[in-house]
């Protein structure tokens, strides 16, 4: 491998070159700063590049090679969605609010990264508090699509899904209320997995809606996931939704077959107003499936889908409303100087903290929970919420896995959706479905469209993301669509 093309490299293949001596995590490290230095003016895919931080780090890790521990993540450069907070490391959550917020700690999976010396280079753009499918509500830039820079990346993770798409770095992290890791991925041509809620610890993953929100992996291929999966799954005592099961070794399951495996492809997922190119490619790759041994059903059914949006912008908009009530201009963040008492200085602070997507969510949300409508909006959510888990759940007795496209339609258009809230809203019909059941779900990528990505969501049964890592695996090792790159 040719010194400046080693940001190339694949977490895995990394780490065998690493684990030989051939490389150093300084070398890699260097290689992916360079990459970001020619990329970012195209892109803007990072909001913190932390050179000087990363090279100590880089260090650090070789010294850990060289004494003979080395870790699948050792020495990786990896970058970190900007919700996610991390120790003494600015983390804007991508809104003004928390422009100059320094956490004081690292989240868990922060943690988990730093015990295998894993090398962190910087925060990604996202859409303000992940409220959005484009990234173009990040209170600081929006992020170009590498494949068309006239269009978005996606959102929320957008920054992440861009970066690895890049080659800026050889893994990230996301986060996904309702599919903020999976439509980015899709969009840009990357793997994205958003685990089974209480899967990974949100300690320290800055809240949306804390009964969706999980983090999760966004990478160049389907070996790479498993390997952040190991890193950062797992019990955490100090996320009460974390559940205490073991944790699996996610790389055991993949293997190029898919005998004995049952998938079922709901058709209420195969929307009115679907681009065609998006239908052919899934049509395409599910028949691909089949050729791979597992026996599918081209006539499931899951009839309560069509209710999952509407439930779902009642219930991720009540969380935020709640979430966000503690931006308050006292406690941290940004604070309106120019006001005359308390009250005022709160008013001001979210007026001019706040972008006005996060504000249409928590006027959303707090309506919804007023007296008098939390009956009619929020409890009827709530038992919505629970026919959806129930119709998977029924699913799952049948299928070991559902398949469906991540998007509806290829990467729009900067500024296509922006003034039209549902339209943007309606870009997540496939993927908030499962986060309301709180079913874990991948996207690996399954096409193009004119040169634009397609991305293949992949649903499997609680706590059992080996058996979607399986799938994705063996698509993967017989098509070639993730070693396509952008043309920048
Ligand atoms: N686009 C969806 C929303 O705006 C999902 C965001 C996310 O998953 N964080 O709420």
């Given at each position: 491998?040719?010194?400046?093309?080693?940001?190339?490299?694949?977490?895995?293949?990394?780490?065998?070159?690493l684990k030989q001596r051939k490389v150093s995590?300084?070398?890699?490290?260097?290689?992916?700063?360079?990459?970001?230095?020619?990329?970012?003016?195209?892109?803007?895919?990072?909001?913190?590049?932390?050179?000087?931080?990363?090279?100590?780090?880089?260090?650090?890790?070789?010294?850990?090679?060289?004494?003979?521990?080395?870790?699948?993540?050792?020495?990786?450069?990896?970058?970190?969605?900007?919700?996610?907070?991390?120790?003494?490391?600015?983390?804007?959550?991508?809104?003004?609010?928390?422009?100059?917020?320094?956490?004081?700690?690292?989240?868990?999976?922060?943690?988990?990264?730093?015990?295998?010396?894993?090398?962190?280079?910087?925060?990604?753009?996202?859409?303000?508090?992940?409220?959005?499918?484009?990234?173009?509500?990040?209170?600081?830039?929006?992020?170009?699509?590498?494949?068309?820079?006239?269009?978005?990346?996606?959102?929320?993770?957008?920054?992440?899904?861009?970066?690895?798409?890049?080659?800026?770095?050889?893994?990230?992290?996301?986060?996904?209320?309702?599919?903020?890791?999976?439509?980015?991925?899709?969009?840009?041509?990357?793997?994205?997995?958003?685990?089974?809620?209480?899967?990974?610890?949100?300690?320290?993953?800055?809240?949306?809606?804390?009964?969706?929100?999980?983090?999760?992996?966004?990478?160049?291929?389907?070996?790479?996931?498993?390997?952040?999966?190991?890193?950062?799954?797992?019990?955490?005592?100090?996320?009460?939704?974390?559940?205490?099961?073991?944790?699996?070794?996610?790389?055991?399951?993949?293997?190029?077959?898919?005998?004995?495996?049952?998938?079922?492809?709901?058709?209420?997922?195969?929307?009115?107003?679907?681009?065609?190119?998006?239908?052919?490619?899934?049509?395409?790759?599910?028949?691909?499936?089949?050729?791979?041994?597992?026996?599918?059903?081209?006539?499931?059914?899951?009839?309560?889908?069509?209710?999952?949006?509407?439930?779902?912008?009642?219930?991720?908009?009540s969380e935020a409303s709640a979430n966000l009530a503690?931006?308050?201009?006292?406690?941290?963040?940004?604070?309106?100087?120019?006001?005359?008492?308390?009250?005022?200085?709160?008013?001001?602070?979210?007026?001019?903290?706040?972008?006005?997507?996060?504000?249409?969510?928590?006027?959303?949300?707090?309506?919804?929970?007023?007296?008098?409508?939390?009956?009619?909006?929020?409890?009827?959510?709530?038992?919505?919420?629970?026919?959806?888990?129930?119709?998977?759940?029924?699913?799952?007795?049948?299928?070991?896995?559902?398949?469906?496209?991540?998007?509806?339609?290829?990467?729009?258009?900067?500024?296509?959706?922006?003034?039209?809230?549902?339209?943007?809203?309606?870009?997540?019909?496939?993927?908030?479905?499962?986060?309301?059941?709180?079913?874990?779900?991948?996207?690996?990528?399954?096409?193009?469209?004119?040169?634009?990505?397609?991305?293949?969501?992949?649903?499997?049964?609680?706590?059992?993301?080996?058996?979607?890592?399986?799938?994705?695996?063996?698509?993967?090792?017989?098509?070639?669509?993730?070693?396509?790159?952008?043309?920048?």
């Open positions: 491998m040719q010194i400046n093309k080693l940001h190339q490299l694949t977490i895995h293949e990394a780490h065998e070159l995590s300084v070398e890699l490290t260097e290689s992916a700063l360079k990459r970001i230095a020619q990329t970012e003016k195209k892109v803007h895919a990072c909001v913190t590049i932390t050179e000087d931080i990363a090279l100590k780090e880089a260090k650090e890790a070789d010294n850990r090679i060289a004494s003979g521990n080395i870790a699948p993540l050792t020495g990786i450069p990896t970058l970190i969605k900007d919700v996610i907070c991390t120790k003494g490391l600015r983390t804007t959550c991508g809104s003004k609010m928390l422009e100059n917020f320094i956490p004081p700690y690292d989240a868990k999976v922060i943690e988990k990264l730093k015990a295998q010396k894993a090398v962190i280079i910087g925060k990604t753009n996202m859409d303000e508090f992940a409220m959005g499918s484009s990234t173009e509500h990040s209170a600081f830039f929006p992020t170009y699509n590498p494949w068309d820079l006239s269009r978005v990346p996606g959102g929320s993770s957008g920054g992440s899904a861009v970066a690895v798409a890049t080659d800026e770095a050889i893994c990230a992290l996301g986060s996904d209320t309702g599919g903020s890791i999976r439509q980015p991925a899709g969009f840009c041509n990357v793997v994205g997995l958003k685990p089974t809620y209480g899967r990974v610890s949100r300690f320290g993953l800055v809240a949306f809606a804390s009964s969706l929100d999980q983090i999760g992996p966004l990478t160049k291929d389907v070996t790479d996931c498993a390997l952040v999966m190991n890193a950062i799954a797992g019990y955490d005592p100090r996320d009460s939704t974390s559940v205490p099961y073991p944790t699996p070794d996610y790389t055991e399951q993949l293997i190029p077959e898919l005998k004995g495996l049952r998938i079922g492809v709901p058709k209420e997922y195969f929307v009115e107003g679907m681009q065609n190119e998006v239908r052919t490619a899934l049509e395409l790759a599910i028949g691909k499936l089949g050729e791979l041994g597992a026996e599918i059903d081209w006539e499931a059914s899951l009839p309560y889908t069509k209710y999952a949006l509407a439930a779902y912008y009642i219930l991720a908009p503690r931006y308050d201009g006292v406690k941290y963040g940004f604070r309106e100087q120019n006001a005359n008492n308390v009250i005022e200085t709160t008013e001001k602070t979210r007026q001019f903290g706040f972008g006005s997507e996060v504000k249409r969510r928590i006027m959303l949300g707090t309506y919804a929970l007023s007296a008098g409508y939390y009956e009619a909006y929020y409890l009827k959510a709530q038992k919505v919420r629970t026919l959806i888990k129930q119709e998977f759940d029924q699913a799952f007795k049948k299928y070991d896995a559902l398949v469906t496209p991540t998007s509806p339609t290829v990467a729009f258009k900067l500024g296509e959706k922006l003034e039209d809230p549902m339209q943007m809203y309606l870009s997540d019909v496939c993927t908030l479905p499962i986060n309301i059941a709180g079913v874990p779900a991948i996207s690996i990528p399954t096409g193009f469209a004119d040169n634009l990505p397609i991305g293949m969501q992949i649903i499997g049964k609680p706590f059992n993301e080996q058996a979607l890592l399986r799938i994705a695996f063996a698509y993967e090792q017989a098509t070639d669509w993730h070693k396509r790159k952008p043309p920048l």
